[in-house]
């Protein structure tokens, strides 16, 4: 069974500070990928990591990719009410030609203003 | 690009009934997982349906089925409803590979009383 841990699982912060999240796995996965979820709606995709040590930006976020592909974490700078919602990662197993989505349990993060 | 659209929004059932949800992909997305979503389990992988072939099923009893259609529509049936399948069923388009990202509709709020 393939399993990610994601850390924290709560974070109420301020305004203008920084934050990063964590996703972690004892197995490797082909790719990466983080979503951000609103109440009652479904995950929106944030990015997708494919190599190992790969950094991407997205404005105020970076995502980063292990070098060994088995965790990833998600910065953002300079927080924003508007960041408010629960961000998830979620590893892609493969199987022959299966494609699988293992989640991690979700930050639900809260921006303050 | 019309997004992806499941129907219903909404649903109340009756334990032992059954119900059958539908999930329309992005235009040229052949692949299309289901997920069920609830707040202990968090989001757990249903099945996923290539070119109308099942191609990975999650640890979820039979009484959880799919199908896809030739113009990659794909319906999602539940039979013999339980309280504990009262959930956020979301499904999930994706051109097919295992390193893209996956598109989400606003998912089935089904409530079992």
């Known amino acids: 069974t393939q399993l990610l841990e994601q850390s924290p699982q709560f974070l109420s912060i301020q305004e203008g500070e920084n934050l990063t999240v964590y996703c972690n796995s004892s197995s490797v996965f082909s790719s990466l990928q983080w979503y951000r979820q609103e109440p009652g709606e479904g995950p929106v995709l944030l990015v997708t990591?494919?190599?190992?040590?790969e950094v991407k930006k997205l404005k105020r976020l970076t995502f980063q990719f292990g070098d060994a592909r088995k965790d990833s974490s998600l910065h953002i700078t300079a927080a924003q009410p508007g960041d408010t919602g629960l961000y998830l990662c979620?590893?892609?197993?493969?199987?022959?030609?299966?494609?699988?989505?293992?989640f991690g349990s979700g930050t639900q993060l809260t921006v303050l203003p | 690009k019309a997004g992806v659209t499941q129907t219903p929004r909404y649903l109340i059932k009756t334990r032992g009934q059954q119900v059958t949800l539908s999930c329309s992909p992005i235009?040229?997305?052949?692949?299309v997982s289901w997920y069920q979503q609830t707040p202990g389990q968090g989001l757990q992988f249903l099945f996923e349906y290539f070119s109308e072939t099942q191609r990975n099923k999650g640890n979820f009893p039979g009484r959880f089925s799919g199908r896809q259609f030739s113009n990659s529509r794909s319906e999602m049936n539940v039979s013999t409803l339980e309280l504990g399948d009262s959930a956020l069923y979301l499904c999930?388009?994706?051109?097919?590979?295992?390193?893209?990202?996956?598109?989400f509709g606003q998912g089935t709020r089904l409530t079992v009383v």
């Open positions: 990591v494919v190599t190992g040590g």
């Open positions: 235009s040229g997305h052949r692949s």
């Open positions: 999930a388009s994706s051109p097919g590979g295992t390193k893209t990202g996956a598109f």
């Open positions: 979620a590893g892609v197993f493969s199987s022959g030609s299966a494609r699988q989505l293992t």
